[in-house]
């Protein structure tokens, strides 16, 4: 009897393992990026965003920034934050990089480089690497279920176009973004950085849901949390916005040389 209980229990538990295998092996790369496109407003939504803006605050420990971002397409980005008083600057026109740090002791627009360019560029992305990621160059990668912080997600590798690697989360039940985790350089060290989605509202009329929190940590430790009060989507944004001012000296050298 005992026997014949525990060759029914093994025989439920390996018929169990099944399914889920079963499962994961029906789940395909082109229905979850589907079901994914559908939560984000469909393609019809993502494609007419031509621009956005979202306000909110940037913390880190006890200190506390105003945070603003405005994007464009194609990968146009111009990020403030205000730090004691001064106002910091980085933005992205397409093809170069530039920043004022005030704080740093640069109150003149400088051009980025490096770590700090790259970085820039993949944040000037509006749509996110999961959308039109074929045209982009980018290699996508179903790895299967698991969990984030009891959450069941589903787990897809991003190898970009340029060789990094980045790893999105998304839930398993609404299909957005739970945590996006990828390796960075920042000041010559390799860092792993994770960022934490929440709080998704509708935003415009559309409806678009959009995280109005972000918690990231670097290397497992909690670096900066965002949380915005406002998006807006599709409003006037002048190209000349992302352009790098003239440093003034220059700007009287070549009313010289005229």
Do not use: C
Not at 167 to 175: A, I, Q, S, W
């Amino acid at each position: 009897m005992k026997v014949k209980l525990m060759n029914k229990r093994i025989y439920l538990m390996t018929a169990m393992l099944g399914s889920v295998f079963v499962a994961q092996a029906e789940m395909k790369l082109d229905d979850v990026l589907a079901e994914y496109v559908e939560a984000r407003g469909g393609m019809e939504v993502i494609n007419k965003m031509e621009s956005m803006k979202a306000t909110g605050k940037m913390t880190m420990g006890p200190m506390e920034a105003p945070l603003s971002f405005v994007y464009k397409k194609p990968n146009k980005i111009y990020t403030t934050f205000e730090i004691q008083g001064m106002k910091g600057i980085q933005a992205y026109d397409g093809d170069k990089g530039w920043q004022v740090m005030p704080f740093m002791g640069k109150t003149e627009a400088e051009l980025m480089a490096g770590d700090e360019l790259k970085q820039l560029k993949d944040q000037a992305d509006i749509e996110g690497v999961l959308i039109n990621s074929e045209s982009k160059g980018h290699v996508l990668e179903l790895i299967g279920t698991t969990e984030i912080e009891g959450t069941p997600v589903i787990e897809i590798k991003v190898t970009k176009k340029n060789g990094d690697l980045v790893t999105v989360f998304l839930d398993e039940e609404y299909k957005l973004e739970v945590m996006t985790r990828a390796k960075m350089s920042a000041m010559g060290q390799e860092v792993e950085a994770e960022t934490y989605f929440s709080d998704y509202k509708e935003v415009g009329d559309d409806g678009v849901p959009v995280a109005h929190s972000m918690a990231v940590k670097i290397n497992g430790s909690v670096a900066q949390n965002l949380t915005f009060d406002k998006f807006e989507y599709n409003v006037e944004v002048e190209d000349s916005l992302f352009d790098m001012p003239v440093v003034a000296e220059k700007k009287e050298a070549a009313e010289t040389t005229e």
